[in-house]
């Protein structure tokens, strides 16, 4: 297959349909409004080549499932109380995406991979606005979960323009959607609480393998001399960390060109509905909770093949497994005013932050043989190509790259509380807790012998990274017992607010490396043979607590919100 301009060689598409969306209530006096309805599947798609397949601007094998998005819900509203919106659709879950080589690809432009497939799950649908006397938001819809993938190279890949990755691999959970706003008020008093936000759906499990030849980024034309003479040097060096000037030598433009890339990627969680509330004697107001991110999937990847990079921030094979941000909790208002002599009091309270999503497990050339939870899934490695190598030509391309990072906690809502009257006013105020980070995955990386060369500064043989994720920072809030319309002070008032909790920082895992009698060099300034490091993540910040009284007899109080506990670093094995 010999294609023209934005022409793929081949490619196949499955998209599922977006969710119908809710009506809104037009009745004035009382009704809720309609659901969301859920999106539709994503398909299998399966690709299978044999042959040769050469392009021109467009991917040689490219496959998409996608599912649909979740429908939103309608606006609720309506004079009698305890008017509720309904909730929003949850999106579609994405296809499985098979991808298999046994001949050639080359592709010929910017950008352009050789192989690439994607699944990604459908985002939750948006609730609608409520308002009541006494209401609650709607909840928006969750994020559905991707597909698995599964890519193979036996063949040969050739990318030979810039910025072009050779084997690419990527699921990603659907963000979810956003909490319906609560907006109420009355004479007497009311109540109204913001939606909670959708959770992120999981990132997919991806398996990719490679035994044939990949090389990107035009590395297959342009490494010639240089690189087969550092080649030559380090084999019979057998240095890490030599004396190269880490220029990277003749890279070309610009770079983030791996020969293999396979991430999961967890969805974000939608974020929760804020609520505002007017009334007279009593008024309370709570930010709905945003939700939580999506974990990334289960990476294995392994390579006993040939690859070969020759830009910046291009590794021979990166594997990652990334966790969802948690949602922000939603802000809160509270207003309580009379120019009568009838007690006002107003509540405000922040929603929490959504916890971010767990890393999972990342496992580089590992078999079902190992002891270690990463590699129980994962198939036998085949026996090592003639010729087999990794090689990089350019700064901060690592030969093997292991990433797993947990997702960030979203932060807080703040809070807002105002109250007047002629007699006694107090407002209460509370910032949203702030969400916990997600954990850093197990990490599992052997080169399984096959020699490793590096040449640019940073440019590591193994590198292996898990991450906690850091914890959100709690809500702000504001409360003053404030003078009446006319100017008059209400004889006693007091105001206490209190700052949202940071939340904690999610643990890093355990990393274990292992070369048992392959070939580590590198020539570059930074670049260690082998790496691992496990960091816990940092606790979210404490939220501002601030307070005003005005009175004849005042009091205030302001409190700072407790910052949140730091993550562990994981074990360490090399």
Not at 90 to 96: E, F, N, S, T, Y
């Amino acid at each position: 297959i010999s294609s023209t301009n934005l022409a793929f060689g081949m490619f196949g598409l499955s998209m599922g349909g977006s969710g119908g969306s809710g009506g809104s209530n037009s009745n004035p006096v009382y009704g809720d409004g309609g659901n969301g309805n859920s999106g539709g599947l994503g398909g299998v798609i399966t690709l299978i080549n044999y042959g040769s397949i050469s392009t021109q601007n467009a991917y040689a094998m490219f496959g998409v499932s996608v599912g649909g998005v979740g429908g939103n819900s309608g606006n609720s509203a309506g004079y009698v109380p305890d008017a509720y919106n309904t909730s929003a659709g949850k999106g579609g879950v994405g296809g499985d995406v098979v991808i298999w080589n046994e001949g050639s690809l080359q592709t010929n432009y910017f950008g352009m991979a050789g192989m690439f497939g994607i699944s990604i799950g459908g985002g939750g649908g948006d609730s609608g606005r409520s308002s009541s006397l006494q209401t609650l938001g709607g909840t928006g819809g969750s994020g559905a979960n991707s597909g698995t993938l599964s890519f193979s190279n036996i063949g040969e890949i050739q990318t030979l323009f810039s910025s072009s990755i050779g084997m690419f691999a990527l699921a990603v959970g659907g963000g979810g959607g956003q909490g319906g706003m609560a907006v109420g008020g009355g004479l007497i008093g009311s109540t109204d609480e913001g939606g909670s936000g959708g959770g992120g759906g999981n990132g997919g499990t991806i398996q990719v393998s490679n035994t044939g030849a990949i090389c990107a980024g035009g590395a297959c034309a342009s490494v010639a001399t240089e690189l087969s003479t550092a080649i030559t040097t380090a084999l019979s060096t057998y240095q890490a960390g030599g004396n190269s000037s880490g220029s990277g030598g003749t890279t070309t433009a610009s770079g983030l060109a791996p020969a293999v890339a396979a991430i999961s990627v967890g969805g974000g969680g939608g974020l929760g509905g804020s609520a505002f509330d007017v009334s007279q004697n009593v008024t309370t107001s709570i930010g709905g909770g945003g939700g939580s991110g999506g974990n990334g999937g289960t990476v294995l990847a392994s390579n006993t093949g040939v690859l070969s990079t020759i830009e910046v921030t291009s590794s021979g094979l990166f594997a990652a497994s990334i966790g969802g941000g948690g949602g922000s909790g939603g802000g809160a208002g509270a207003v309580s005013a009379t120019t009568t002599d009838i007690p006002n009091n107003s509540t405000a309270i922040g929603g929490s932050g959504g916890s971010g999503g767990d890393a999972s497990t990342v496992g580089i050339n590992c078999s079902s043989t190992s002891a270690l939870t990463a590699c129980t899934n994962a198939p036998a490695l085949s026996t090592l190509t003639s010729g087999a190598l990794i090689s990089t030509l350019g700064d901060h391309s690592p030969g093997l790259h292991a990433v797993a990072i947990g997702g960030g906690g979203g932060t807080g809502g703040n809070a807002v509380a105002l109250s007047a009257s002629l007699s006694v006013s107090n407002s209460l105020s509370i910032g949203g807790s702030g969400g916990s980070g997600g954990k850093g995955g197990e990490i599992y990386a052997d080169t399984a012998d096959v020699p490793i060369i590096t040449i640019g500064t940073l440019s590591t043989g193994v590198k292996a990274l898990s991450v906690g994720g850091g914890g959100g920072s709690g809500g702000s809030t504001f409360y003053r017992p404030d003078y009446v319309p006319g100017g008059s002070v209400a004889p006693i008032s007091s105001s206490e607010s209190i700052g949202g909790t940071g939340g904690s920082g999610g643990d890093g895992d355990s990393i274990t490396i292992n070369n048992t009698s392959g070939v580590i060099a590198t020539f570059g300034d930074l670049a260690n043979g082998i790496l691992g490091i496990s960091v816990g993540g940092g606790g979210g910040h404490g939220g501002v607590g601030i307070g005003a009284g005005v009175g004849m007899a005042a009091m205030s109080t302001s409190i700072g919100g407790n910052g949140g506990s730091g993550g562990a670093g994981g074990d360490i094995t090399i």
